[in-house]
């Protein structure tokens, strides 16, 4: 048993008792109240599911295992002469909720690079493919295609016990993961470079590999880790990481739920945030005159007033949990500070940093107006060569599937069930609302 597995079945057999005294004492607490207004709208904000992986706290940001995320990009051990971590280190962290050292890291990077070989009939799926294939529908489909290496499948046709559901669910965890960025890479070729591969270097880490597939030095390597690590994990409410725990807790194997996540990923409302706001920014830089323009702020004030009295929000500002600029988006924009200083779309998007958050401050419609994760994300890929919009929410996938994995291999420890929420008709929701209104003029 490899170190990171044997210390996950320590903490499995010390979780398990917490989340049974839970269910078996404290089963009737009340901890939420649901409004019709959130009934109808989403379940935005109703406290239903449970997580340790992550949480989102409105001012700090992103938390992994109760680490901030500037913490973990420190503590965790990093390549020699990188500036991220290792993405195989925050795995081990989001699995145990401990920071790994780096013989431990080791370990896993050794494990992901094992289990790296995507089977031929992936790639030759991949090529049968139309050209004109969305890069998210290619990569579903490689992923759910793989559904017959399932270990977890197997093994519970086999009669496994539920108690150890999680251990197959794992072991099918590091085989997908550890392949994604050679799909991702291969997808890539496929679509935008004519077919024309390059193929793994087994001694290179996770983010380094995948760096390395794409044909695009250092620091596109640094830039990978950073990218794959700050997705990895955003709570469970979301789209893509609902759909992930949805799926599998009818007990579909990683295959099935991670091409599922990738699915949801890849609606407009979710996925495609990246994209859209360099889409908004080249639309700027277009109206300026040019990246070797530089706008005055009136300028750049002038093009966001105009978005939003055209009815618009303005791509990557806004959050709807953080009440503070996105950790996220600091942290790429200390790595841009050094090594994109320079850069013509860069600068644009600095000013919008500056000058953006008043605006939105003043107009009094924004709960948040800072910037979040996707207002920089995808310049940062452009810079280095990644050009092709469509591609960037593969990217996000990749980083998406690493704290999904790890949420759903603990759904299967601790025997979480299959999710079945209940449904009322819109008849009996305005009876229920008439009622409790009544009943609240009558208290008074």
């Known amino acids: 048993m490899s170190t990171l597995k044997e210390r996950l079945y320590t903490k499995i057999e010390q979780q398990?008792?917490?989340?049974?005294?839970?269910?078996?004492?404290y089963g009737d607490v009340v901890i939420d109240n649901v409004t019709v207004g959130q009934i109808i709208g989403g379940m935005r904000g109703i406290k239903s599911?449970?997580?340790?992986?992550s949480y989102l706290d409105p001012n700090d940001g992103i938390r992994y295992r109760g680490y901030p995320l500037i913490d973990v990009v420190k503590k965790l051990p990093k390549p020699k002469g990188a500036e991220m971590p290792y993405v195989e280190g925050l795995f081990y962290l989001l699995l145990t909720g401990d920071i790994p050292s780096d013989s431990e890291v080791s370990d896993v990077v050794d494990e992901f690079s094992k289990r790296r070989i995507v089977p031929r009939y992936v790639?030759?799926?991949?090529?049968?493919?139309?050209?004109?294939s969305h890069p998210m529908t290619v990569f579903s489909a490689a992923i759910v295609a793989m559904h017959r290496e399932s270990f977890f499948t197997k093994k519970y046709n086999a009669g496994i016990s539920k108690k150890d559901y999680w251990d197959p669910m794992y072991e099918d965890s590091l085989n997908l993961l550890?392949?994604?960025?050679?799909?991702?890479?291969?997808?890539?070729?496929?679509?935008?470079?004519?077919?024309?591969?390059?193929?793994?270097?087994p001694s290179l880490d996770f983010g380094g590999n995948f760096a390395h597939m794409m044909g695009i030095p250092p620091p596109y390597d640094d830039v990978s880790r950073m990218h794959f690590i700050i997705h990895s994990d955003h709570e469970s409410g979301n789209v893509s990481a609902h759909t992930g725990h949805l799926v599998a807790s009818s007990l579909s194997d990683i295959y099935l739920a991670i091409s599922a996540m990738i699915n949801g990923l890849a609606g407009p409302l979710h996925g495609l945030a990246a994209q859209n706001v360099l889409m908004w920014i080249h639309e700027l830089i277009e109206r300026v005159g040019g990246e070797d323009m530089v706008p005055s702020a009136d300028e750049i004030k002038q093009y966001v007033w105009d978005t939003l009295n055209s009815g618009q929000v303005i791509p990557g500002f806004g959050h709807a949990v953080l009440r503070k600029t996105d950790p996220r988006y600091t942290l790429q924009r200390d790595f841009c500070l050094k090594h994109l200083k320079d850069d013509g779309v860069f600068k644009y998007v600095d000013m919008l940093y500056k000058v953006t958050p008043p605006i939105l401050k003043e107009q009094g419609k924004a709960k948040n107006p800072w910037p979040n994760v996707d207002a920089q994300s995808g310049v940062v890929q452009w810079h280095y060569g990644v050009k092709e919009y469509d591609f960037y929410t593969v990217l996000f996938g990749v980083g998406r599937s690493i704290g999904i994995s790890a949420n759903i291999i603990w759904?299967?420890?601790?025997g979480y069930p299959l999710e079945r929420p209940k449904s009322l008709t819109t008849e009996m929701i305005e009876k229920m609302a008439k009622?409790?209104?009544?009943e609240m003029k009558g208290k008074k």
């Open 16 to 25: 398990r008792p917490r989340t049974q005294r839970l269910i078996k004492e």
């Open 49 to 53: 599911m449970v997580t340790d992986i």
């Open 123 to 132: 790639y030759e799926l991949i090529d049968s493919m139309p050209c004109c």
């Open 178 to 201: 550890a392949k994604l960025p050679e799909i991702a890479a291969y997808i890539y070729a496929k679509l935008y470079r004519g077919g024309n591969r390059i193929l793994s270097n």
């Open 411 to 414: 759904d299967r420890a601790l």
């Open 435 to 438: 009622a409790k209104v009544a």
